[in-house]
């Protein structure tokens, strides 16, 4: 049997082009020991989405450093604009730093949920939430700012070496919950560090 990758000239990544500024912002995070960068097949994944959305509102909740932000940010049209929010001051001054001068980003230092909280109901194209706020905390207000036809989005649904103790438990009771959401349709995806793509339905 032939490896089909050679056949089909399929690889992840092979034809993805990597926004300019990641290295730095690599870097800048492994500076800072940011443990919790989000890895390129996510990126290439949220940056085809943002694309899909011209003119479109986005929000990724937990910025870090900025990785999966430059990644929307490769994405997204001139018009469409970005919300994204962490509570850590000093990650996000990484973004800032490297992203700021992007008028279409807002960079907010605030808790995810009281955020969410503050937000209009189907106002987004799509939510990345990579925090606990978004995912295991306030997931019914992350999936009330999804659009009609908007994606929402998580990843480290796989196991990791980071989870602290406890959390292996939490993860398949959000799956199952996405899953029994009559309002989207779920595309779980054992790929990168596991993804879940789900789309509002009408
Ligand atoms: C997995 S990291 C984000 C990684 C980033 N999106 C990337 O692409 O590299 C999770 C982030 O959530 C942030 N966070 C933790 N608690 C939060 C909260 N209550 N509200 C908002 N952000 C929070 C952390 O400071 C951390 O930067």
């Not at 089909?8 to 870097?27: Q, S």
């Not at 036809?149 to 990843?155: E, S, T």
Request: aromatic residues 6%.
């Amino acid at each position: 049997m032939p490896d089909l990758s050679e056949v089909t000239n399929m690889e992840d990544l092979k034809y993805v082009d990597f926004p300019v500024v990641l290295p730095l912002l690599e870097e800048k995070s492994r500076q800072l020991q940011f443990g919790m960068p989000s890895e390129p097949l996510l990126g290439a994944l949220l940056r085809v989405l943002a694309a899909s959305r011209p003119g479109g509102r986005f929000l990724e909740l937990g910025t870090g450093t900025g990785i999966a932000t430059t990644w929307l940010l490769d994405g997204m049209d001139v018009h469409a604009t970005l919300m994204s929010v962490d509570v850590d001051e000093t990650m996000q001054r990484v973004a800032c730093e490297v992203l700021g001068h992007d008028q279409r980003l807002t960079l907010l230092v605030q808790d995810g949920v009281r955020f969410l909280k503050g937000q209009q109901a189907r106002s987004f194209d799509l939510v990345f939430a990579d925090a606990i706020p978004g995912k295991y905390e306030a997931l019914e207000d992350a999936l009330a700012v999804v659009k009609v036809g908007g994606f929402y989005v998580i990843d480290d649904m796989l196991p990791q070496a980071n989870w602290p103790t406890g959390h292996a438990e939490k993860v398949p009771v959000l799956i199952e919950r996405l899953a029994s959401c009559s309002e989207f349709i779920l595309l779980p995806l054992v790929w990168a560090s596991g993804v879940v793509v789900a789309v509002r339905k009408q």
